[in-house]
């Protein structure tokens, strides 16, 4: 292939274009499975800055984490913008291809799954299908602190957080509100000067934590105008299900410590 086409061959893009099979005549079928695969990627460029903003944290180098969490935060909301093409799919337009979709069902995704994981919400369910399925990914990420678990060890680490507070292995598990992190959020916000690292990174996490909430959100306000009251694909109670994600939250104290500022 010539120069001209180096752009092609860099990106694979015509293996790229091979993947997308639709397996009605529905007209809307080809855009849904476009924009899921689109996700999908940018569900992967997302969790890459969180693992560079993450081992940033490790290594102390809390600029890097936090260049690294901007940059998370940019790419989500591409993510967000992914809802519109896909609520202009009016809902008998997604009703005449849905049935082929079986049991599939974005929640069955590893790349979200392991984003999930990440950021730190690990609720038991999850965890126990991984450790029946032996998802080597989401293992082997369930084995690592969360983002926000490094947070709190490398705020520990700047005097702000008695170690005692900070989560310890196994990691697998789901983080639960605790007042002295609280706390410690509480101080940094009342005198940022004084903690103004400490600050840039919360403000960071916390834009990483309103963007996922926005498209939680989006994600619901999309089911609800596709299947009003139905249940959701993949065996899900759809809109009713989606309903309860929504009032989670990561890194909860950055949002708790607020109605004590």
Known sequence: ???????????????????????????????????????????????DDLHTAREALGGDRVEDACAALARAARTQRALLACWEPMNGMTADEFVAFREVLKNASGEQSVTYRSLEFLLGNRPERHVGTVRREGTPLLAEELGRPSLYDTALVWLAGRGCLDPSATPRAPWARQHELRAEIEDAWLEIYRDPGTHPQEFRLAEGLLEVAYQFSLWRAAHLLVVERMLGGKGGTGGTDGASWLRVINEHRFFPELWTFRTRL
């Open 1 to 47: 292939m010539t120069p001209a086409f180096e752009y092609v061959t860099y990106g694979r893009m015509d293996e790229l274009h091979q993947l997308q099979s639709p397996r009605t005549g529905a007209r809307a079928e080809l855009n849904f499975i476009l924009l899921s695969q689109a996700e999908e990627l940018l569900f992967r460029a997302v969790g």
